[in-house]
């Protein structure tokens, strides 16, 4: 900006009428006043700015600044807590930073505050603002403009007069002189005259005298460097109404806007110095005039007199202008459109100008409406058969916990597959809200990390990691729970050795053609353990024990405070025995972020392993599909779930237990039973014990909101439960049924199989030596869950002996040729020329 920016902070519009040819305006908006900045916004030729000032942004003050946003506010000054927030609820929201200074009015002198103007490429432009006080001198504010500054000063120490004024009032042209320039020997500035369509009129000069006279008087006033001060129209009556006044980048020219009347701004008496207008201008001036005086018979007057003929003919051109198919047609039928419509226009005295003002208007709302047409205006379609909800219910406190049931004998096909869909994400706002944070921490690195750390876990940190080696007081456990960890520890390394591929896999494809395959550990790993509703120590052990075994050089962990700021001292114990090189102490998307590029402090990660929330999933999404992170990722995620498979035979208490291990880790978990062959009796007992154990948990009132949309699907045959089973593809499949070792054949699609009435999923989350970091929402059936090769990757090698060659050189040539790589064809040619090899006709 480059032009000053005047503020009016109460909401006066008969005070701010006086001041809105020049700079913008900025109201303190307290949320009481919302109806009378939008009413100003609206009306003002200026940007209107917000500055805030409300104790807490509540739900109903973002209303507020959405209002705002929607009705022509350009921008909300705002504190940095104040703005992410903003941006977190708004989408594209325009926030001006700014420091407490700007507006203290405490401090006697003159505060200087630097603010950066928020954009999509945030910190794109700086602006150095200063606020005036009473008091400070105006050869003080002239030399703070000179350098570049913009001064904000209140209205009423402001005057468009620039004689015989107050002491204690500036005149609004000071603020616009220093920073004029120019390069003519008379000291004048060039000058561009346009109208509020920014169509240009002529190019004049200007004097300190004619812009303060011109503000003064509120007129064109011009220095003519024949005859001094030119006030336009003063003889010929053509005057002009002034606008505004700008400056360009370069401040070596003005640009002034006005509205001209009269024969035109030329002494030709054409549109402009370089001569009339054309186009949607110029029939917009013919309209004006034959509205004023059209002469009798003409068609113009025959519209501006018949509604009904005007409106018909809108009609018919708009159905015209969609019928049309060629360039020539469509340009033909959108010129009669608009001239249909632009007459309707001038009938009741709207003007382009209008028209434009509104597009501009439109162009800074942040909500969007959907865009449908009215319905009268599409053509008839089938309709779409109406989606078949799950069964969902609202559990009180009060009623008896239990899954919905559905028989798959009696319910439709889609009533049945409506409850294996999973919970609806909304990926397009999570995103929204998680990409300023993954930025943020892109561009600030450790500053942006304890910002978000404090605002999102309360806590404030010193440092957002901690380094190897860890403080024996950091790590304060019991022997019993130190035990539990290290028994764990042990049979997941076993399991994950076993996996670990350490000899070369050579195969000789042909007779002197040796190909192998190798693995090699990815360098740089990052271990994302979540914290929140749960402490899960466990996922420490599943996600860094197969990174030790993988041989990965660096290990890194990832964990949220408590809101004591310290860490699970059981994940710190496990990254002490694997040997990880730090911990960053932070959660959600911001951690991701910092793992995926790196900090002042900590390491940037090669691949980031963990599950999380929806926000830990988007920013990971986000990191693995920016080529400029370079970061892999285990697998998408969504909420956790089991599906388990019972039979008759299975015990009520053991099947409630395995789905109520399952519904206690959030809300959005989700549970299903496939009741095969079972009565309704025999489902009840397994309602009655999920109610009987539901009731004794800690979590009760998760486990409540968890299974009031999981489902019962009661089958008939053990087939059809595995094909409903391999479809839906759950994270953790219990088979609680007779013979169950016989039926893991029939499993094509499951993150992890439990078989048997005595394993539990609890064994595979903690100690049995599976992985229990497993693809959730349907991906396990294209990905696996976490094992030894997660944290490898394979290298092939080849050797092609004289042998070899002879075997495949053709075939490579020939392939090559067909394919038009000629040195692909050159570089077996000649190996196979100087030993011999080649054969004729090559």
Same mark, same amino acid.
């Given at each position: ?165 107050? %002491? ?41 005298? %004619? ?155 942040? %909500? ?102 860890? %403080? ?99 994940? /710190? ?42 926000? /830990? ?82 979590? /009760? ?128 040619? /000649? ?12």
């Amino acid at each position: 900006m480059t032009y000053p920016v005047l503020p009016y902070y109460a909401a006066n519009a008969a005070t701010k009428l006086s001041l809105d040819i020049v700079g913008q305006a900025i109201y303190e908006f307290n949320g009481s006043n919302t109806d009378a900045i939008v009413s100003i916004s609206k009306t003002s030729k200026i940007n209107v700015l917000v500055d805030l000032k409300v104790s807490s942004l509540s739900d109903e003050i973002i209303e507020s600044i959405l209002k705002l946003y929607n009705n022509g506010v350009a921008s909300v000054f705002a504190t940095v807590e104040e703005g992410n927030e903003i941006l977190s609820k708004i989408p594209n929201a325009r926030i001006t930073y700014k420091s407490n200074t700007l507006v203290n009015e405490t401090d006697k002198s003159i505060a200087l505050s630097s603010i950066s103007v928020a954009t999509e490429k945030a910190s794109e432009s700086v602006t150095s603002f200063v606020f005036a006080l009473q008091g400070s001198s105006l050869d003080e504010l002239k030399s703070i403009t000179k350098l570049g500054y913009i001064p904000i000063v209140k209205s009423e120490l402001l005057s468009n007069e620039y004689e015989n004024i107050p %002491s204690n009032v500036y005149p609004i042209v000071e603020f616009i002189i220093p920073s004029l320039v120019t390069d003519r020997a008379d000291g004048l500035f060039t000058t561009l005259v346009v109208d509020s369509s920014n169509q240009c009129l002529g190019l004049v000069y200007s004097s300190i005298k %004619s812009i303060s006279e011109s503000i003064k008087t509120q007129t064109g006033v011009y220095q003519s460097r024949k005859h001094g001060l030119w006030y336009k129209g003063a003889t010929s009556g053509a005057t002009q109404k002034l606008l505004s006044i700008d400056l360009d980048c370069d401040n070596d020219c003005l640009k002034v806007v006005v509205e001209q009347s009269g024969s035109g701004f030329c002494h030709l008496s054409t549109n402009s110095c370089f001569g009339n207008f054309n186009g949607l201008k110029s029939l917009e001036s013919t309209l004006v005039s034959r509205k004023q005086d059209a002469p009798e018979g003409s068609y113009t007057k025959r519209l501006f007199d018949d509604e009904d003929l005007l409106n018909a003919k809108i009609k018919e051109e708009a159905e015209e202008l969609t019928d049309a198919k060629t360039k020539e047609e469509i340009a033909w039928e959108a010129a009669d459109l608009f001239y249909f419509a632009l007459a309707r226009c001038v009938k009741y005295g709207v003007s382009i100008s209008d028209i434009e003002k509104n597009l501009d208007m439109k162009s800074l709302k942040v %909500s969007r409406r959907k865009g449908d047409a009215k319905p009268k205006f599409i053509e008839k379609k089938a309709e779409a058969p109406k989606k078949v909800e799950a069964p969902k219910r609202v559990i009180g406190s009060g009623d008896k916990i239990h899954l919905n049931r559905v028989n798959a004998e009696t319910a439709t096909p889609e009533e049945v597959e409506a409850c294996l869909e999973r919970p609806i994400q909304k990926s397009a706002d999570i995103m929204s809200l998680v990409t300023p944070i993954v930025e943020n921490v892109k561009q600030n690195g450790d500053k942006a990390l304890l910002e978000l750390t404090a605002k999102f876990d309360k806590v404030q940190l010193e440092s957002p990691v901690l380094k190897a080696p860890f %403080s024996e007081d950091m790590m304060q456990i019991s022997d019993k729970v130190k035990k539990a960890i290290d028994i764990s520890f042990e049979n997941i390394r076993i399991f994950h050795e076993a996996q670990n591929q350490k000899d070369i896999l050579t195969v000789e494809t042909s007779p002197g053609v040796y190909c192998s395959r190798f693995a090699r550990p990815i360098e740089k790993v990052g271990c994302y353990i979540p914290g929140g509703t749960a402490v899960l120590p466990s996922t420490s052990l599943m996600l860094s024990v197969p990174a030790l075994v993988a041989g990965c050089k660096e290990i890194i962990f990832a964990s949220p405070p408590g809101k004591d700021g310290k860490l699970t001292p059981e994940v /710190v114990y496990v990254a002490h025995k694997v040997g990880a090189k730090c911990i960053v102490v932070a959660g959600g998307a911001q951690a991701v972020a910092a793992m995926a590029y790196g900090t002042e402090t900590i390491p940037k990660c090669d691949k980031i392993m963990g599950p999380g929330n929806q926000f /830990v999933t988007a920013a990971k999404m986000l990191v693995a599909n920016d080529s400029n992170a370079l970061c892999a990722i285990d697998m998408p995620a969504g909420p956790s779930e089991v599906l388990v498979i019972a039979d008759k035979f299975a015990d009520p208490d053991f099947v409630a237990s395995d789905l109520l291990s399952q519904a206690e880790h959030g809300i959005d978990s989700q549970v299903i039973l496939l009741a095969v062959d079972m009565t309704d009796k025999e489902v009840d007992l397994i309602d009655e014990a999920v109610n009987r154990q539901a009731l004794a948990l800690p979590r /009760v009132d998760i486990v409540r909101q968890c299974i009031s949309h999981s489902t019962t699907i009661q089958i008939k045959t053990m087939e059809e439960a595995f094909e409903m089973s391999n479809r839906y593809a759950p994270e953790h499949l219990i088979l609680q049924i007779e013979d169950a070792e016989s039926w893991v054949p029939k499993v094509d699609n499951a993150g992890s199989v439990f078989v048997g009435a005595l394993s539990p999923e609890s064994c595979g989350d903690y100690s049995s030596g599976t992985n229990h970091t497993l693809p959730t929402y349907g991906y396990a059936r294209m990905y696996s869950g976490v094992n030894t090769a997660t944290f490898q990757k394979f290298i092939t090698s080849q050797v092609v002996t004289k042998q070899g060659l002879s075997e495949i050189g053709c075939a490579v040539m020939d392939l090559a040729e067909v394919e038009g790589l000629d040195g692909h064809r050159n570089a077996v040619r /000649v190996r196979m020329e100087k030993l011999g090899l080649l054969p004729e006709g090559y």
